[in-house]
């Protein structure tokens, strides 16, 4: 019902910005809420950041600050604005939808997009 694809990832220097992006497809009319979810080898997949239909965004502690969720209703697209990065942003990042239907919820994922932070 949802399609997810992302881009944007790839290697930056510490201090460096980076911008990811998600292009949604299919029943986005259904879609309440999308994020960023991140997850770092050994470590629990973590929410990011996330943005409701209404336009409330909720951000990490550690990113607040330093990334921004923003998108654009015309394209169907979120992005994420990543600013001021370092070594503990490394990590695969995925976007994340979540929609309502009459039979339920169901959460879509992207296919993930590797962002590595140099020192």
């Known amino acids: 019902q949802v399609q997810l694809v992302e881009s944007g990832g790839g290697l930056v220097q510490a201090g460096g910005s980076l911008r990811l992006s998600c292009a949604a497809s299919?029943?986005?009319?259904?879609?309440?809420?999308m994020g960023w979810y991140r997850q770092a080898p050994g470590k629990q997949r973590e929410l990011v950041a996330s943005i409701t239909s209404g336009g409330n965004t909720n951000y990490a502690d550690s990113v607040k600050g330093r990334f921004t969720i923003s998108r654009e209703n015309a394209e169907n697209t979120v992005y994420l604005q990543m600013n001021s990065l370092n070594s503990e942003d490394t990590a695969v990042y995925y976007c994340?939808?979540?929609?309502?239907?009459?039979?339920?919820?169901?959460?879509?994922w992207g296919q993930g997009t590797q962002v590595t932070v140099s020192s």
């Open positions: 299919g029943r986005i009319d259904r879609i309440n809420v």
């Open positions: 994340h939808a979540r929609a309502w239907f009459a039979i339920g919820t169901f959460d879509y």
